[in-house]
C-alpha cells in the first residue's frame, strides 16, 4: 500500500485506503461508497466470488486493478504472485531435506481466496513431483483461532509431520506460538517454511525460512496498471501479471 501511495502521489492522486478485514459485505459498503465519491479507479484485494460486486464497477466506467485475487466472471488487470512456484519452492527445499511427513496449513477456503486454493493445489502437486505421498491429514484450511487445537491433534498423531509449510504469516504465528509454548524445537522436531516474509522471521530464533514476494516491484506495477486505465481507458487487453518468489533460507529447516 505503502508503495502505490508513492507511486500515486508522484501523478498528483490522492489515495484512500478502506480496510474489508475480509469481509464481503463490508467491502461492498466501501465500494458504493466509493462509486457515490466518484473516485477514478480502484485497487482492490477481493474478498467474495460474487461477480456481480465487481462488474458493477465496470458498468460505471471505473477502472480497476485486482491484487493477490481473481474473480471468476470478472475481466481486470491483476497482480499475483506466481503461487503455485511458491509452494513448489517450500515443499522442495523440504524433500531436499529428507523430509517426507509434510503438513501444509492456510486460512479457511469456503470464500474461494485464490492464493489460499492455488497454494493447497500446488502443495499437492509438488508433493507428487517428489513422489511423496499427500495424507488425508497433511492438509489443513481452517479458522485462525483453531490451527493451535490442530497442531496439537496433529503433531500427537502416531506418524506426525516432521516439516510444516505456512500458507501466510498470520498462520506462521499461530505455528511459532504454539510450538513455543510446547518447547518444541525448530528445526529439531519439525521443520518450519512460511508463505510470507515478514519482518519479525528474520528476527526469531531460530529465524525462519521463508517465500517472499517482490512486494515493491508488485506495488509498482499496480499503480502502473490504474494510472494507464484512467488515463486511456480504452485499451487492451487485460493481462494478470504472475510475480516471481524468492526462497529466503534461514535457521528454521
Given amino acids: 500500500m505503502r508503495t502505490v501511495e508513492e507511486q500515486l502521489q508522484q501523478h498528483g492522486m490522492k489515495v484512500f485506503i478502506c ?3 475480509d469481509d464481503p459485505e463490508k467491502e461492498k459498503e466501501y465500494l458504493d461508497l466509493l462509486v457515490s465519491t466518484q473516485v477514478d479507479g480502484i485497487i482492490i484485494f ?24 481473481l474473480v471468476d466472471g470478472v475481466t481486470s488487470d491483476s497482480v499475483l504472485l506466481d503461487n503455485h512456484a511458491a509452494i513448489f519452492l517450500a515443499v522442495s527445499m523440504l524433500a531436499e531435506k529428507g523430509h517426507e511427513n509434510i503438513a501444509f496449513l492456510t486460512l479457511p477456503i ?10 493447497i ?30 497442531l496439537a ?9 516432521t516439516a510444516i509449510v505456512a500458507g501466510n504469516d498470520l498462520v506462521l504465528r499461530e505455528i511459532l506460538s ?12 519439525v521443520a518450519i517454511v512460511s508463505i510470507d516474509d515478514v519482518a519479525y522471521t528474520e528476527f526469531y530464533e531460530p529465524s525462519i525460512t521463508t517465500i517472499g514476494q517482490p512486494i515493491q516491484q508488485m506495488g509498482i506495477k499496480t499503480a502502473e496498471l490504474l494510472l494507464n486505465r484512467i488515463t486511456n ?21
Fill in 46 to 69: 477481493p474478498v467474495g466470488n460474487d461477480f456481480k460486486v465487481y462488474n458493477y464497477l465496470i458498468d460505471h466506467s471505473i477502472p480497476m486493478v485486482f491484487v493477490d485475487r
Fill in 233 to 253: 481507458s480504452d485499451q487492451a487487453p487485460y493481462i494478470t501479471y504472475r510475480f516471481a518468489p524468492e526462497l529466503i533460507v534461514r535457521s528454521s529447516c
Fill in 110 to 119: 469456503d470464500i474461494p481466496i485464490t492464493p489460499r486454493l492455488e497454494r
Fill in 121 to 150: 493445489e500446488g502443495f499437492k502437486k509438488a508433493m507428487a513431483s517428489h513422489k511423496l505421498e499427500v495424507r488425508e491429514d497433511d492438509i489443513h484450511s481452517l479458522p485462525r483461532n483453531q490451527i493451535q487445537e490442530k
Fill in 153 to 161: 491433534r496433529i503433531l500427537d498423531a502416531e506418524n506426525p509431520p
Fill in 19 to 21: 480496510d474489508s478485514a
Fill in 178 to 189: 504454539y510450538l513455543k509454548k510446547q518447547k518444541i524445537s525448530i528445526p529439531g522436531e
